[in-house]
Nanobody, 126 residues
Framework: QLQLLESGGGLVQAGGSLRLSCAAS????????IGWFRQAPGKEREGVSS????????YYSDSVKGRFTISRDSAENTVYLQMNNLKPEDTAAYYC???????????????????WGKGTQVTVSS
């Protein structure tokens, strides 16, 4: 059974850092495009970053570019999202998702991803 499990969220002050982890079971992460999404209360879920299957090409939304870094550890079958210089507007529930479809790495639409974790909360205080 294909599962994704996020961890690493928490409460941090503005300017601080967190590293989120997305551990996969039941499949090999390298063969899937993995995306990180976030959803703040009252807002739609938005794509933050993704790493494409096989070639590892990455994408970042404009709101996180230069602050967040996505990476993949094949041995651990885990994808990470390193988040630096966090801002209060980064506060949200963060979800990782996987798709085996041949999609553009920048096509971070919720409907394009087939498997989802349950999320981890990130709260940034000002």
């Amino acid at each position: 059974q294909l599962q994704l499990l996020e961890s690493g969220g928490g409460l941090v002050q503005a300017g601080g850092s967190l590293r989120l982890s997305c551990a996969a079971s039941g499949f090999t992460l390298d063969s899937y495009t993995i995306g990180w999404f976030r959803q703040a209360p009252g807002k739609e879920r938005e794509g933050v970053s993704s790493i494409r299957k096989n070639d590892g090409n990455t994408y970042y939304s404009d709101s996180v570019k230069g602050r967040f870094t996505i990476s993949r550890d094949s041995a651990e079958n885990t994808v990470y999202l390193q988040m630096n210089n966090l801002k209060p507007e980064d506060t949200a529930a963060y979800y990782c998702a996987a798709t085996n479809r041949a999609i553009n790495v920048a096509a971070m639409r919720v409907g394009k991803y087939d498997y989802w974790g349950k999320g981890t909360q990130v709260t940034v205080s000002s």
